[in-house]
């Protein structure tokens, strides 16, 4: 047994306290006070106009203005201006689940001096429901963020360096293939289509290791856009056309009549949808068929036994391969993974493709399944954050 | 055309000189600001990471100086904060260059140049 109880009655007891109207007990207050002015963490209590109504020593220190200074006015005494609007967006959201937790803000102390914050809201209601508070905890990160950086520039910059030498060899072998540099014989033309697919893996290995080493440092970001699913998807699917062709599958494309828009990051939704389409013909039997599915999961229903407590829109790939053996499909998702029933000439990538995909959908707050048999595999995405759901 | 990766410069000339383009190579970007005082031109196909001077610099100094040839930036550089910085500064296309066949640049070549 854990001491899951005495954890509880804690929680209970703190929150009882959270709730107290603190003007009216001084006790509570002063208990309440001494705790979180043990804290290294700014917090700041808004009410309901969003004046300052309590600071910690934390907040002085850091800031650099004196109790008296602050209370009665607002957070914006130590935003830096180009931060506060983002702040008062963060503060509207703050019930969303999803809402980012801990994007990093700047403030400036009285001094003058920047420092960079993370800032979490949390609404704190009174029992009879009237005026509520909102606790703000802000966490100087300066020294984070200044190796985060760092890491991201040290990234980015690997990532090019690695592949500019590449894409100089993919330019100039297209052009021998191409004859720009004279004629190539037919067993030429077939060493350097070759050399041309080992180069574009290594190009892809490249831009795995970047995903992932982003994905790994909590670098990963996102821009969310309006995305049509439907026209990425076609878009994907012209830029596989030739490797379609070359492993002599068909692929069939069936689009929901209405088009779903998500708000999403489009680059990253990209890569998710590309990976799953890409492994369905790579690992299809010849003459096989893919079957690429987007339709609505409406709030409720259900589909393959799952379903959600909001619309979303499922991107469903159905290949006709060997499947993936039982015994194996635990680790599908891991870092790695090869399946014993590959040839060898096809796992010559870094089995890196559904760690990532599955670490992708998990930023969307999406989920992703399998299912696997040796008439084939069935992977589905379900993306939340639908715009435009028409319930079928 | 400013680049400092000589086989790509030497790959990219080739291939648009063979379409018919007079193209002016520089290796870095102080070179090219220096080629676009001196040289007519028509359109810039400008690399981001460089020594001396980069391509965001070389952006920023048009920018600053008022010229009106449009830039196409080809880099290995793929991040979205990277292509939305290039097109705020006025980049009129944006090609990572690892993931974009040479007969492509091509295209859009050909295309910037119809308009």
């Known amino acids: 047994m854990t001491n899951e109880p005495a954890m509880s009655m804690g929680l209970n007891e703190l929150a009882r306290m959270l709730c107290l109207d603190m003007q009216s007990n001084t006790e509570v207050e002063e208990r309440l006070s001494r705790m979180l002015d043990t804290l290294h963490d700014q917090v700041v209590l808004l009410d309901a106009r969003g004046v300052v109504v309590y600071i910690n020593k934390a907040t002085e220190h850091l800031t650099g203005y004196n109790r008296d200074e602050v209370l009665g006015s607002t957070p914006a005494l130590w935003r830096l201006s180009e931060s506060a609007t983002h702040v008062e967006r963060k503060l509207d959201i703050r019930e969303d689940s999803r809402a980012p937790e801990h994007d990093v803000i700047r403030n400036v102390r009285k001094d003058g001096t920047v420092y960079e914050a993370t800032v979490r809201s949390v609404p704190v209601s009174r029992e009879d429901g009237s005026p509520s508070y909102t606790l703000l905890v802000e966490r100087d990160v300066s020294d984070a963020a200044a190796l985060e950086r760092v890491q991201r520039r040290i990234a980015a910059l690997t990532s090019h360096n690695l592949k500019t030498p590449l894409a100089s060899m993919r330019w100039q072998l297209e052009m021998l293939r191409n004859g720009d540099m004279g004629h190539v014989s037919q067993e030429q033309q077939e060493s350097l289509a070759e050399i041309h697919e080992g180069v574009t893996r290594m190009v892809g290995m490249v831009e795995q290791w970047y995903t992932v080493t982003n994905l790994d440092l909590g670098l990963h970001t996102l821009h969310s856009e309006k995305i049509p699913l439907e026209n990425l998807v076609a878009e994907v699917l012209h830029e596989l056309q030739l490797r379609i062709e070359q492993e002599e599958v068909s692929v069939r494309f069936s689009a929901h009549p209405v088009p779903f828009v998500l708000e999403a990051d489009r680059d990253t939704v990209r890569t998710i949808v590309h990976a799953l389409i890409f492994n369905a013909v790579k690992y299809n039997r010849a003459n096989g068929t893919v079957d690429v599915e987007v339709l609505p999961l409406p709030n409720g229903d259900e589909y393959d036994g799952r379903s959600f407590s909001e619309d979303r829109v499922l991107l469903s790939v159905r290949d006709t391969g060997q499947g993936i053996p039982t015994g194996e499909q635990g680790r599908v998702f891991l870092e790695r993974f090869h399946a014993s029933n590959v040839e060898a000439s096809y796992a010559a990538g870094a089995g890196l493709d559904l760690y990532i995909t599955r670490a992708l959908v998990q930023k969307l707050c999406g989920d992703i399944w399998f299912s696997s048999s040796e008439e084939g595999s069935h992977f589905v995405v379900a993306f939340p954050n639908v715009l435009q759901a028409q319930h079928a | ?115």
């Open chain 2, 1 to 115: 055309m400013i680049e400092d990766e000589k086989s790509m410069a030497k790959a990219l000339e080739i291939k648009l000189s063979r379409l018919g383009y007079t193209v002016t190579v520089a290796h870095n970007g102080q070179l090219g600001l220096a080629a676009l005082d001196t040289t007519d031109i028509d359109l810039v196909l400008c690399d981001l990471i460089m020594p001396k001077v980069g391509g965001f610099e070389v952006l920023e100094e048009m920018h600053r100086r008022k010229i009106q040839v449009p830039v196409i930036v080809m880099t290995n550089l793929s991040q979205a904060e990277e292509e939305a910085r290039a097109r705020s500064l006025g980049a009129m296309d944006f090609i990572v260059k690892s993931n974009t066949p040479i007969t492509t640049i091509m295209d859009v070549v050909n295309n910037a140049l119809a308009d």
